[in-house]
Every structure is written in C-alpha cells, then in structure tokens.
C-alpha cells in the first residue's frame, strides 16, 4: 500500500514540474487552443445546419435527426411561452382583484361621506326646507334677484325658535 502512495505522489511531481516548465506549459496551452477552436468550429457548423445553412453534405438520417431536434427545441420552446404567459395572466387576474377590491373599498369611503354630507346639509339647512313658507320667500327672493342683479339685498339674522318674528321679518325685507 506505501508503494502505491509513493508512487502515486512521485506522478505528482513529475507532472507538476512538466506545467511548471515554460516549455511544457507552452505546449499544453497549446493543445488546450487547438482544442478549442476545433469545438468552436464544430459549433459554428452545427448552427449554420441548424439555421438550414450547408445542409448539402448531410444523409437523409442526419436531416431526420437535425429535423427531430428541432421539432423538440420548438416543442420546448413553445412550452416555455405558454407558461410565461399563463403566469403573467395569474398576475394581472390577482392585480384585477385587487383593484376591484380597492375600487370597492372606494365606494363605501364615497357613499360614506355622500351620507354625512346628507346628514350635515339636513342638520344646517333641514330647518328651512321644513318650513314651506320659508322657502317660498327665499325662492320668490332669488327670482327677484335673477331679474335684477343690482338689487339691494337686506339679510337678518334670526333664531330657529323665533318662528314668527322670521316670517314677518322677510315679509318687510323689501328689495331695490
């Protein structure tokens, strides 16, 4: 077993020093070049047959082959498109749904306020619209207005208690 191990680590060294010698260094990266432009050549000829370039010098069975490669690039290729697509309509469904949801959200916070406004004109203005006679003198005032824009207009101040005392004091306003 020590034998083996020696020897084992003398091969190590000796290949180590062939890579550390200039000469031996040279000459693997030599054979590391040629090999690889042998591989990029290669490559290059198969992508020009697969672009349907220099197909001439191919048998029937290698354009059979190329033919089936091809019909699964495509088969993988369109795979791959449908799940993008599927994934990218998930998302806009799910970014619908949230609109929708906002959108719903929206409306309530609208009608919410739609309905205190409602409250608070009843609360400042429910007094003068229950009162019809009232509100016949203020739409007989904004008539009068309407036909003469230069009118003088005489406002009071009056409490809600003093029911009367309002409607004799806008029957004596008098306008012009």
């Known amino acids: 077993m020590k034998s083996v191990i020696g020897r084992y680590h003398k091969a190590k060294e000796e290949q180590q020093q062939q890579i550390t010698s200039p000469t031996s260094e040279v000459k693997f990266w030599q054979r590391e070049a040629a090999m690889l432009k042998q591989q990029l050549q290669s490559l290059q000829e198969n ?96 008539l009068s207005i309407r036909d003469d824009p230069h009118a003088t207009i005489h406002l009071q101040l009056s409490q809600p208690d003093q029911h009367e005392a309002t409607e004799a004091s806008l029957q004596s306003t008098s306008l012009g």
């Open 47 to 142: 992508h020009r047959q697969m672009m349907g370039e220099e197909l001439s010098g191919l048998s029937v069975q290698d354009l059979q082959v190329m033919e089936n490669q091809l019909e699964m690039s495509l088969r993988n290729i369109r795979t791959k498109k449908d799940q993008l697509l599927f994934e990218e309509i998930e998302e806009l469904k799910r970014k619908g749904n949230i609109i929708h949801h906002e959108n719903v959200e929206l409306c309530k916070k609208v009608n919410h306020i739609r309905e205190e406004n409602t409250e608070l004109y009843k609360q400042v203005y429910g007094i003068r619209e229950t009162d019809s006679t009232n509100r016949n003198v203020f739409l007989t005032n904004a």
